[in-house]
């Protein structure tokens, strides 16, 4: 943080004292919103004031993204599944210590529910809600472990509130005087997640059976009707989220595109 803002301030001085205009990409704009709220914390509002004129969020997952439950509970290869193995997958997303960074907030104002878990020995198809930190754990506890030690108790953070929770300080909008954010639309997005017990094995893996319910809106399993394809929930373009055909960019889901997340 302290290299980030001796940048920051050269720029400023060998430009005649004309502010800086941050860019983050994806996971880049958690950096740069931690950033904000660590140089205000330690050197105050002024210092932001005088030194940085706007952040322009490309992809912003401002409040985490539902792939990285995916990610941690069963791998994810990246586009490079070529070179990658299944379990080598596993292991290089549940080892990543920033991956966290960008665990869903707030699940509660999610298009859905992030985790559905098929009830073992139900006569008809039934799920329950899964916590995300159940999830997580099931699937590699490791990176819990990891987001717990660090994340939870960061002031900056989560300042000791769960994902869960309303109102954690990652919430707040970055500290600066001009926010502009830019995300693409279109693309089929995760959303949701439909997992079943591996029998024996205290772990979990996505439920292929629950793609029968795609496009149908049915109460606690579907309840507005995503399209569902090997056990993941997508919004996509023709869906129909407030009023508006579209999703979101592949990562970042479209009603976090349109609501207003930041009270400035």
């Known amino acids: 943080m302290s290299k980030l803002k001796s940048k920051i301030e050269l720029f400023y001085h060998i430009n005649d004292k004309t502010r800086v205009m941050l860019l983050g990409h994806s996971m880049g704009n958690r950096v ?71 665990f869903p907030i707030a699940p509660a104002l999610y298009p859905d529910v992030v985790c559905r878990i098929r009830k073992a ?18 699937g590699g506890h490791k990176s819990w472990d990891f987001f717990s030690t660090y994340h939870t108790p960061d002031p ?53 059976s629950a793609s029968k319910f795609s496009n149908e809106r049915i109460s606690s399993i579907n309840p507005k009707g995503f399209y569902i394809s090997g056990g993941i929930a997508y919004e996509t373009k023709s869906t129909c989220q407030n009023g508006v055909h579209r999703s979101g960019d592949g990562t970042v889901s479209k009603p976090f595109q349109t609501s207003i997340i930041f009270v400035i």
């Open 32 to 102: 740069a919103q931690y950033f904000l709220k660590w140089v205000k914390e330690n050197y105050g509002q002024e210092w932001i004031d005088m030194h940085v004129q706007s952040l322009v969020a490309l992809g912003g997952p401002f409040l985490g993204a539902a792939k990285t439950v995916r990610a941690v509970v069963l791998g994810d290869a990246l586009g490079l599944e070529f070179f990658v193995t299944p379990h080598e997958a596993r292991l290089m997303a549940r080892c990543s210590a920033s991956l966290p960074w960008l």
């Open 121 to 138: 020995g139900a006569v008809r198809d039934t799920y329950s809600e899964q916590s995300l930190e159940d999830a997580i754990r099931k």
């Open 156 to 208: 900056l953070l989560y300042a000791g509130k769960t994902v869960e929770d309303l109102g954690v300080p990652l919430m707040d909008a970055p500290p600066v005087e001009n926010l502009i954010v830019i995300n693409g639309v279109n693309l089929a997005t995760e959303i949701a997640y439909y997992f079943q017990p591996y029998e024996g094995k205290g772990r979990l893996y996505l439920d292929p």
